[in-house]
Every structure is written in structure tokens, then in C-alpha cells.
């Protein structure tokens, strides 16, 4: 087999080297801009639960490494989680949107999120060629959490980021390395406890605390849509300014109001670039990097 033949099952045989060749020269500038800056990509979900897309995703992610792009990649895990709780017959139970976590349930949070889920993600990642190395909100104080009082409910382990220091983070990026983290976080000085944080605030808090150029939540929809019936009704760009009138005329409701909320947290936070986009598509990580097209809707 000649190695043209070989090439041409591997790639779209309806582009010609004129197309290819402009595809990279268009990527060029992207390129450039993005090398040596930080980006925080939050992962988890039900984005993770089609094994060929979170493989399309780790090959990103490694693309992005190898080409000197420091990239954290934050994940949570709650179908995961729901699936263990199944598995050994507790219940899950939720309270105004957030999981309610006793002491037996954090164990199983911990266990799911830090141990298998994370290691999985990270082996993924090694096959894939990249350098990546797993961490948990535990390790090195990396976040430190206090309990969270969600009005007047009792949640049990369930806690809000009270402070984040990214020094373990910022070493290994400067190695190299794709930091992997898992959203378990230590309690605050004098409490040992360990809590479940939400994955998308403590991204926006890890992308602020590292002066990240972009912060990406990779989710399950196309991001923030005028009718949630028409994809093609997406919002491609969000000035700050005027999230508050999509919240009122109910354009943002349900659970994007949470991801906008750490968008927006982000970019008052300091973070340039914040980005809804939709982890099902194939490579919108890639697309949403280095195309004019975009994907997904950004808050500015």
C-alpha cells in the first residue's frame, strides 16, 4: 500500500492540499496568540459519558499541550457518582439543585471522583501522548472550602470555595504538565473534613487564582439559545452587561443559569475570554480555539 493510500483513508478526501493548506494558515495567528497562556477547561457530566467524544476531547487537550498551550483540565462526575451510589443501594437525594452529602456518601464523592474518575481521565490522557498528573482539591490546600448554607437547608458535605492556591498547579504547568483536578476540597483551617464542591465554581476560581487567558465549560447543550427548542437560535456572544436582561426575559433559566454565573464570576475575576460550548460536538475544543467560527457562546 503506497503511503498516499494510506493517508487518504485518514483524512476528508473532499479537501484538496489547497483547503488543508488554508486551514492551517488561518490557524496560524491562533496559534501564536495561544502559546505560553493559560487555559482552564472544565469537563464533566454528561459531556463524559460518550467514550469517542471524551476520546476527541483528550486528543485536544494533548493537541493543545504539545503546541505549548498550558491547559488545566477541571472535571466533575455526577452521573458517575449517582452510578455508584446505585451500585452499593443508597439513594441519591437533592436539595434545591445541589447533591445532599452525609458522611457516607462524601466517602463514595471521594472515592469516584479522586480515585477512578480522575486516573481514568489521566491514563487517557497519557495514551493520547500528553504529560498529565492527577490532583484532587486536597492536595497541596489546593482548594479549601467551608460549609455551604444553601438557604437554611442542611447539605451535609457539600461546600462553597473559600480559598484557592494554585501553586501546586502553576509548578506543574510550568513543567509541562496537564494538571487534572478533581473538585474534593480540604475544610478551612482547624476542620478536616472534606467536601463536594460544584466542578464549574471551582473552575472559575482555579482559572482566576492562575490569571488564565480563557476559561471553557465543555457541557451537553450549545450553549445559551433564545429558543431551547432551535439550535439555531444559539447566543454567540454575551456582553456582561446584558446577562441580567436575559436572566429577567428568562432566555438564560435552569441549569445555564449556574454555568453563566461562573462565566461571569470568571470574567469579573479577571479571566479576558469565558465560554459556554458544547462538549458533544467533536472537537470544539479545537474549533473554538483556533477558528474565526467559534462555538458555543462567550460572555465578553
Not at 77 to 84: A, C, R, T, V, Y
Not at 85 to 90: C, I, Q, S, T
Not at 269 to 284: A, Q
Request: glycine share 12%.
Amino acid at each position: 500500500m503506497s503511503e498516499n493510500t494510506e493517508i487518504k483513508g485518514k483524512i476528508d478526501p473532499r479537501l484538496d492540499n489547497e483547503h488543508w493548506s488554508n486551514v492551517l494558515v488561518q490557524a496560524l495567528p491562533y496559534f501564536r496568540h495561544w502559546v505560553g497562556k493559560t487555559v482552564v477547561v472544565k469537563y464533566g457530566g454528561n459531556a463524559m459519558l460518550n467514550e469517542e467524544l471524551k476520546a476527541a476531547v483528550m486528543k485536544d487537550i494533548v493537541l493543545l499541550n504539545t503546541i505549548g498551550i498550558k491547559v488545566v483540565l477541571v472535571h466533575g462526575g455526577g452521573p458517575e457518582i449517582n452510578h455508584m451510589l446505585e451500585r452499593v443501594g443508597k439513594e441519591s437525594k437533592f436539595i434545591n439543585g445541589l447533591r445532599y452529602t452525609d458522611a457516607e456518601t462524601m466517602e463514595i464523592v471521594q472515592m469516584v471522583l479522586t480515585g477512578k474518575l480522575n486516573k481514568d481521565i489521566v491514563g487517557i490522557l497519557l495514551q493520547e501522548g500528553g504529560k498529565a498528573v492527577g490532583l484532587s482539591g486536597v492536595d497541596s490546600g489546593l482548594l479549601r472550602a467551608k460549609k455551604i448554607d444553601k438557604d437554611g437547608a442542611d447539605l451535609g458535605f457539600v461546600g462553597e470555595v473559600t480559598e484557592v492556591h494554585p501553586e501546586i498547579v502553576q509548578s506543574l504547568l510550568d513543567k509541562g504538565f496537564i494538571p487534572v483536578v478533581s473538585t474534593v476540597a480540604l475544610g478551612e483551617q482547624g476542620d478536616m473534613s472534606r467536601y463536594n464542591i460544584n466542578a464549574d465554581t471551582a473552575a472559575a476560581k482555579i482559572a482566576i487564582a492562575l490569571g488564565a487567558e480563557k476559561f471553557v465549560q465543555l457541557t451537553n447543550v450549545a450553549g445559551v439559545l433564545r429558543d431551547v427548542n432551535d439550535p439555531k437560535s444559539l447566543i454567540q456572544r454575551i456582553h456582561l452587561e446584558d446577562v441580567q436582561k436575559f436572566y429577567d426575559d428568562g432566555t438564560i433559566s435552569g441549569g445555564m443559569i449556574p454555568k453563566i454565573e461562573c462565566c461571569v464570576m470568571a470574567r469579573k475575576g479577571g479571566v479576558p475570554r469565558t465560554h459556554i460550548i458544547d462538549g458533544r460536538v467533536p472537537h470544539s475544543l479545537l474549533i473554538e480555539m483556533f477558528s474565526d467560527r467559534g462555538i458555543g457562546t462567550m460572555i465578553y
